[in-house]
């Protein structure tokens, strides 16, 4: 069965700290992407990659970065955590080579900020 | 800015009636999907439907696409409770950018 993971459900931590979150999957997908989720402003891509080692800005990368050394592997990490980065992080993952077609959800990273 | 647009926002409905969702976007597409997510939850991922598709069914869901209006609606016929979430879609436009993008979705209440 299919599965993206990910390694936090719940997050809290201080302002100016550096924060990881990471997301695995077991389907040997090429597309992975970072979606932050706040109400009323739906999904926002953050970052995605469509291969080991490469990576795309999405919509919303500032204050961010990201990390993708093996291919099951996608990191998010924020570089020094500031309060408007309280959201629901959410990562997933697509098989096809166009990133185009269906993804695969993780059960999200709900971040808070203080 | 949001490629793909749902609407009503929220829509509350009794167990066994039909619940219609509608998406509007911007620019052509590859595909349109439908995902579900349920309260505090990943996405599900419901249905794809293609540009040169006009409707597609799976289960109770239909699923239309008019491409001359830019525009999806999902029907959930005879919902049930379990139905609750909020649903969204998400497009993937001929922009170069390998990703899809998503509304800011629609909340569906079934009351029992």
């Known amino acids: 069965d299919v599965k993206v993971t990910q390694s936090s459900r719940y997050l809290v931590k201080r302002t100016g700290e550096k924060v990881f979150l990471e997301c695995v999957q077991d389907m040997d997908h090429e597309n992975m992407f970072w979606y932050r989720q706040d109400p009323g402003l739906g999904l926002r891509l953050i970052y995605f990659?469509?291969?080991?080692?490469?990576?795309e800005k999405g919509d919303i990368p500032e204050g961010y970065s990201v990390s993708r050394e093996k291919k099951e592997r996608f990191s998010l990490i924020l570089e020094s955590a500031s309060t408007n980065q309280t959201s629901m992080y959410l990562c997933a993952s697509s098989g096809e080579g166009l990133a185009g077609d269906e993804q695969y959800f993780g059960p999200g990273t709900r971040l808070t900020v203080t | 800015s949001q490629q793909g647009e749902e609407d009503p926002q929220a829509l509350s409905i009794q167990e066994g009636e039909n619940a219609t969702m509608n998406c509007s976007y911007k620019t052509s597409i590859n595909n349109l999907q439908w995902y579900r997510q349920n309260s505090g939850r990943g996405l599900v991922h419901l249905i794809l439907?293609?540009?040169?598709?006009r409707e597609k069914h799976s289960g109770r869901l239909r699923v239309t696409l008019d491409t001359s209006k830019k525009s999806s609606s999902l029907l959930i016929t005879a919902s049930r409770a379990a139905d609750t979430a909020s649903y969204f879609c998400a497009t993937d436009a001929w922009t170069g950018r390998r990703a899809l993008t998503f509304g800011s979705g629609t909340r569906l209440q079934v009351q029992p």
């Open positions: 439907i293609r540009s040169n598709e």
């Open positions: 990659s469509y291969d080991v080692k490469m990576k």
